[in-house]
């Protein structure tokens, strides 16, 4: 059974919710990137989204923009961060860990090495961030072949269409957005309504996960009632990154205390 | 599924976050309805002709050659209203985000030619405009984006990533994603996701149009060589198009900036490596790691890291040759078309002449015609040119 599958059941056996932290590699460094990442864990976190630097990350917003940016000015290589999921994946062996990137990353290697790779590298599921449904195909053959899942966005308008489209391509889970843009904390939130989450699972039987602009307890909160599994929370986790560049300890024990509060309202 | 193919060759697609995907179909959909309405297209005509100042001339330009067996022609985008042929298609566009009820437009521009004939359809046809820029390219051209505000834009300075084109592109996107409901993304050049080179090639193709009809009528044939510039290629596009079942060389011009092998250029079609960026399949100018990498081109409008999916296409499939000319050549031309024959060129159209320039002299004795899209004039970059000659103690 796969990392997600379990982790979901388990969840679910639970009643809880999940909660699903999303940090860049590399930002403001390894070292430093790795300390965020294992107190994210230990705090409780469900599994882990971890992004990928590229230099033109247009579903982000400028907090997620300028966190790629700070990873790029370190030159780490794309082999470097397999590396580091590598040390991860044998450091927490049951945690789903899943990456988000752009699809040049994998172009410039060649798909089918990148998917053997993510492979290699214990990683449970790939996001591609400017790959819609319709261009999937080439990316999707080879993630089934090394057994990686494809992770797709469901926009929060989405017609029954596409919501039968995503029955075919989905696994791992579905990543709900709360409202249209990208990423980032300052827009508001459209509100989720049960009966969407009733059509989208109407459809497909997968988890569902909220993404794009939570930032409290009571957004999670909310999500959780209104039939999601869980949440993505990635900008107001950068954020504190952002303020806190230069006083490591400080960050740290922020960012425990920030996904400490939303831990909690996932139970 | 899409109405036409998204790909030209295995170029093109739609590489763009899911939440786009609707508003893309939508935007397809009116395209190819409005392919086929005559009242659209009528009321299009009408203000190329009227307000525009279509039809533009083909000039020859007979100091430039002399003592050659060169014949140049210059189809002349810079007389058209605006100063570039960015203004044929941005009417097109802006009519057909009035047909698809959007009253808001979002634009990006390297130098502000596009961001100019943006801020001007706007005005004339009542629209809302804000026009994402490069806090860099704001700098380089000020000109511009006083015209752009004077006519009612919105011009938003982008700081993020470099500050130039690429950003001002990623920065129009994201707002896409968040506003396509009621607001109507208009590209600026012949790439972006599909249906974008369709809608900006079908809304240039006229500049070949006429090129063709009026060299028959000064040659009675057709010209031997089209030579245009490319930085994402909209006129490039425009003025090949009808010519591509002919038998005429295509001949496109890229930016080598200050060489290519400085690694300070604009030329992915010369220079790059295949890939996904900015919605589509194409070249374009990238780390061994895939990251996009900064272009760089003195004229601020051919200063992008990729190239429109269309000419990936004709380059693979070596129906056009693409060349490229270094900001250096692209002076000297601006210089001696300016100095013989009275037209100051914009550097993007500099760099085109230049190639023509060069050939020319290859083969001063060779009966050949040449047509050189001047796709622009060149008031705008007359700063930055005379920057450069005075710290040089030229002209």
């Keep these: ?40 864990i230990e705090n409780g976190s469900d599994a882990l989204e971890l992004g990928i630097p590229f230099s033109d990350p247009l579903a982000d917003g400028p907090i997620i923009q300028k966190s790629n940016l700070r990873a790029l000015s370190n030159n780490y290589s794309m082999l470097k961060y397999f590396k580091i999921i590598q040390i991860l994946r044998e450091k927490y062996l049951n ?74 391509y989905a696994k791992g889970y579905i990543y709900l957005l709360s409202r249209p843009g990208v990423t980032g904390i300052k827009e508001k939130i459209v509100s989720i309504s049960n009966k969407f989450i009733e059509k989208i699972k109407k459809y497909n039987t997968l988890p569902i996960l909220q ?40 960050m740290i024990k922020k960012i425990k205390d920030f996904s400490f509060k939303l831990i909690k309202s996932t139970k | 599924m899409t109405l036409l193919n998204p790909y030209f060759g295995e170029f093109g697609g739609m590489y763009v976050p899911q939440i786009l995907m609707p508003a893309l179909y ?13 009242i659209f297209q009528k009321k299009l005509l009408h203000l190329l002709h009227n307000y525009a100042g279509r039809p533009t001339p083909l000039t020859l330009c007979k100091n430039l050659t002399n003592g050659t067996k060169t014949r140049i022609y210059l189809k002349r985008e810079d007389l058209l209203h605006g100063g570039a042929h960015k203004t044929n298609q941005v009417l097109g566009q802006a009519m057909l985000a009035i047909q698809m009820n959007k009253k808001e437009i979002i634009a990006e521009t390297g130098a502000g030619q596009h961001g100019v004939a943006t801020a001007i359809a706007c005005a004339l046809l009542n629209l809302k405009c804000r026009i994402y820029m490069g806090y860099k390219d704001i700098e380089r051209q000020k000109p511009n984006v006083f015209r752009m505000k004077l006519m009612g834009a919105k011009v938003i300075p982008v700081k993020n990533g470099s500050g130039t084109l690429k950003d001002a592109c990623n920065e129009a996107l994201r707002d896409w994603s968040s506003s396509y409901k009621y607001s109507y993304y208009m590209i600026g050049t012949a790439a972006g996701p599909h249906p974008y080179p369709r809608i900006v090639k079908e809304f240039q193709k006229m500049i070949g149009e006429e090129a063709k009809q009026q060299i028959l009528e000064k040659e009675k044939k057709l010209p031997d060589s089209i030579i245009a510039c490319v930085g994402g290629g909209s006129n490039a596009i425009g003025i090949f ?38 919605g589509m399949k194409s070249y374009l ?32 499939t070596k129906r056009a040759q693409y060349v490229s000319i270094t900001d250096e050549e692209a002076l000297e031309a601006f210089t ?44 705008k970059d007359i700063f930055t040119v005379s920057k450069i000659f005075k710290n040089r103690k030229q002209l």
Aim: charged share 20%.
């Design chain 1, 1 to 40: 059974m796969s990392r997600y599958k379990k982790m979901f059941q388990r969840k679910n056996i639970l009643k809880e919710g999940c909660f699903v932290p999303f940090v860049v590699i590399g930002d403001p460094s390894l070292e430093t990137s790795m300390k965020i990442i294992d107190a994210l």
């Design chain 1, 95 to 168: 945690l789903p860990i899943g990456i988000l990137l752009y699809a040049n990353l994998i172009y410039s290697q060649g798909i089918e090495k990148f998917y053997q790779q993510c492979s290699k590298s214990g990683i449970d599921s790939v996001l591609i961030a400017d790959v819609p449904i319709e261009e999937y195909d080439i990316f999707y053959k080879y993630a089934n072949q090394f057994n990686i899942n494809s992770i797709f966005i469901c926009p929060p308008d989405a017609e029954e269409k596409f919501l039968n489209q995503l029955s075919l």
């Design chain 1, 211 to 250: 993404g794009f602009g939570i930032k409290n307890a009571a957004q999670v909160k909310k999500s959780i009632l209104s039939g999601t599994n869980g949440v993505i929370c990635g900008s107001a986790i950068i954020n504190i990154i952002e303020k806190n560049l230069n006083t490591e300890k400080d």
């Design chain 2, 26 to 38: 939508e935007l397809e959909k009116n395209f190819v309805s409005i392919k086929t309405d005559k």
């Design chain 2, 241 to 278: 198009t009808d010519f591509i079942n002919e038998k005429v060389n295509l001949i496109g011009v890229e930016p080598a900036g200050k060489g290519v092998n400085t690694g300070k250029h604009g030329a992915p079609l010369s220079f790059g490596k295949k890939g996904v960026y900015f």
């Design chain 2, 285 to 316: 100018m990238q780390d061994k790691e895939g990251q996009i990498q900064k272009s760089w081109s003195i004229s601020a409008g051919l200063d992008f890291p990729s190239v429109g999916p269309e000419h990936a296409w004709l380059n693979s």
């Design chain 2, 336 to 379: 001696i078309l300016s100095q013989k024959e009275g037209i100051i060129p914009a550097l993007e159209s500099s760099h085109a002449i230049a190639y023509a320039l060069k050939i020319m002299n290859l083969y001063p004795n060779k009966n050949q015609i040449f047509i050189v899209n001047l796709s622009g004039r060149g008031d």
